[in-house]
């Protein structure tokens, strides 16, 4: 695997890589990697001949009061990782490569970007569009993978390539790849290392609650009953708040009172402790 740090680096690779196969996948992480990572990247393995990872912490992403510098970072530990999957290039830009002196631009999703976690996070997800749309440009990626855990940001990346006629990726080659879970369900995540033993086995209820309160509004409960009996759980589980527990149309994010013919999500984001959790599940009616 080969490690590029400039811009004119990865040209030159990219060119390299196209000559021996012509379809190139693009992994987006910001490091910290784990197997929910390990998993896209797999899964672009699958589906392209070669697979590029890129790995750079935005702080374009990060809000005035979240700690960017406590951020983990592991590039050694994550390329050996990456090499071991089969990745072909690995893209690790620094912040004065990827927004050199007098970067003035600045990529804003209306809409689906709104709420949820961009209600939390103002500003969150323009940093995410604008380096998610600088990494298409710089890889023109013919497909691209995402987890399915951040929902909201797989939602903001679809809309940004749609409404701006990407080509490299098409929308349609933006790929959500499902959550992966622990054993006891709850979603892999770089946050999961932050919570204490004790928080880390009461953390296990936000899963089952989801799964519960999915499961009775699939069979047709009141909306906003499940959605309460899902918060009590939590709660009394040990967390100490929920930032949001809503059930929105799939594409647009918009709340839903209630479950209709199109697809929909559960959402929901809880704290415990100092960590923010998030999850999502599908939930359909059943016929």
Known sequence: MQTVKTLQMLRTALAQLRVNGPTIALVPTM??????HLTLVRRARAEADHVVASIFVNPKQFGA????DAYPRQLAED???LEAEGV???WAPTVAEMYPAGFVTNISVAGVSEGLCGGARPGHFDGVATVVLKLFNQVAPDMAFF???DFQ????IRAMARDL??????VDAIIGVPTMREADGLAMSSRNRYLSAGQRAAAAALPRAMTAAAESIACGTDVAEALAALEAEVLAAGFGSIDYATLADSRSLAPLGALGTEPARLLVAARIGSTRLIDNMAVDAIA
């Open 165 to 170: 006629d990407l080509a490299r990726p098409h």
């Open 65 to 68: 009061n979240e700690d960017l």
């Open 79 to 81: 390329a050996a990782m």
């Open 153 to 156: 940001q797989l939602a903001v």
């Open 31 to 36: 490091g910290a990697l784990h197997e929910g």
């Open 88 to 90: 072909a290039l690995l």
């Open 147 to 149: 987890g399915e855990k």
